[in-house]
């Protein structure tokens, strides 16, 4: 039975949005204005969608289900199709990471941490913006972990790296281009093909993206819709910002401030001696795009769920303390790994593959690395298991699939 709008949470929302859109004119522009909506927008996907990067990693790996993975790639498909005449022609830039130390073992740390946080970098946010209130400890884990990541990045990045460039620029020239192009899109199309491979011989069936797409308005999506919204939102990021979609350096911001002010000398340390990072340590987040997006992606989710009438607050004081423990130094893994791999599920996995860089691929395999260690330290901190071979299209409106 569908659920009502939630009428007064939709107020808070309203009001909520009406005040931040104000203060950020104020201290930001237009354009950055502009971003906090399309966050608003890309939470409102990501929760009417269920669209997970932790869970979709879980349930490949312990059921064959790969519908999110799938979802994953299609996204990925989308995003790079529309990225691709603008960073071909310079207009904007890509995400584009040379190959390291530090990508692999942070995205294999970062995997871990979304198994022990209960979700990924997006989903600590929208989890959080819908209710769930073991996301406020999360986030906190995420500032320290990326405040201890950034006071190390030094040594990581001394660290020899592989540079091989956008596949973009591989061959040279317009046609080049043409052809790195279609060797990404053939890459995508085969990993796709192979996760729905290994689903068919350990489940019987593949599972369609499309399926279970409900009211436009109040939810749910089905996962094809959520990939194509959210490709949209990651196409008006880029055209907006210049660069592509990315969450976690608000986090590493966010944690700088709040040392700061505890009278840590972080601007002592080398990353925010940098004159661009010392300028956003030094102003209000409000001027930040990044932290703006982050705050328009928690009030999206916070408005999917009241229009699909899903609010429900958690009682903190009925959280078993492992759990917090454990959601906490889920968030110091996500935020240090973050911080070696620069980027996270979106900055490093979606902007790098979308950006036709192979780090994009390298920092899936490690985070799909690091779920299979972090699934098997799940039960430590009493987070809830699921069940072998369990569909994931019963329990549609239930929190854990968004997990």
Same mark, same amino acid.
């Given at each position: 039975m569908a659920r009502r709008p939630q009428p007064l949470p939709l107020l808070v929302f309203g009001l909520s949005a009406l005040a931040l859109s104000w203060a950020v004119l104020q201290a930001g522009g237009l354009r950055l204005v502009l971003a906090f909506w399309l966050g608003v927008w890309l939470g409102l996907a990501l929760f009417h969608a269920r669209f997970g990067f932790a869970s979709g990693f879980r349930r490949f790996l312990l059921t064959g289900e790969s519908r999110l993975i799938r979802a994953h790639f299609l996204l990925f498909a989308l995003t790079a199709t529309l990225f691709a005449p603008f960073l071909a022609t310079g207009v904007a830039s890509g995400f584009v990471v040379p190959l390291g130390v530090g990508l692999l073992l942070g995205a294999f740390l970062f995997g871990i941490g979304?198994? !022990?946080?209960?979700? /990924? @970098?997006?989903?600590?946010?929208?989890?959080?913006?819908?209710?769930?209130?073991?996301g406020l400890f999360t986030l906190l884990g995420f500032m320290v972990g990326s405040l201890l990541g950034v006071f190390h990045l030094p040594y990581w990045q001394g660290l020899p790296t592989l540079a091989p460039g956008s596949a973009l620029e591989w061959f040279g020239g317009p046609w080049g281009a043409v052809l790195g192009y279609a060797l990404w899109m053939a890459l995508l199309l085969g990993l796709y093909l192979l996760v729905a491979r290994v689903e068919r011989a &350990? &489940?019987? +069936?593949? *599972?369609?993206?499309?399926?279970?797409?409900?009211?436009?308005?109040?939810?749910?999506?089905?996962?094809? #819709?959520?990939?194509? @919204?959210l490709a949209l939102g990651s196409l008006l990021t880029l055209l907006l910002l210049g660069r592509p979609w990315g969450i976690t350096s608000a986090f590493a911001l966010w944690g700088g401030k709040l040392a700061e002010a505890l009278g840590v000398p972080v601007l002592d340390w @080398?990353? =925010?001696?940098?004159? *661009? =990072?010392? *300028? +956003?340590?030094?102003?209000? #987040?409000?001027?930040?795009?990044?932290?703006?997006?982050?705050f328009g992606l928690f009030l999206g989710a916070f408005l999917g769920a009241a229009l699909g009438g899903n609010l429900r607050f958690q009682d903190p004081r009925r959280i078993p303390l492992s759990t917090l423990l454990g959601v906490f130094l889920g968030g110091v893994l996500m935020g240090y790994g973050a911080r070696l791999a620069s980027? /996270?599920?979106?900055?490093?996995?979606?902007?790098? #593959?979308?950006?036709?860089?192979?780090?994009?691929? #390298?920092?899936?395999? @490690?985070?799909? !690395?690091?779920t299979a260690l972090g699934m098997r330290l799940r039960p430590l901190c009493r987070l809830a298991p699921e069940v072998k071979g369990q569909d994931l299209l019963q329990g549609r409106g239930a929190r854990e699939e968004a997990l």
């Open positions: 979304m198994q !022990l946080g209960d979700g /990924c @970098a997006s989903g600590t946010l929208y989890h959080t913006g819908s209710g769930d209130t073991r &350990r &489940r019987g +069936r593949v *599972e369609p993206l499309w399926q279970g797409q409900g009211h436009p308005l109040f939810g749910p999506w089905s996962l094809g #819709v959520g990939a194509l @919204a @080398a990353l =925010f001696q940098a004159p *661009e =990072f010392a *300028e +956003r340590l030094m102003g209000s #987040v409000l001027q930040d795009p990044t932290s703006v997006m982050d980027g /996270c599920n979106i900055g490093a996995y979606l902007g790098g #593959v979308a950006s036709f860089s192979l780090h994009g691929y #390298v920092w899936g395999l @490690a985070a799909l !690395l690091g």
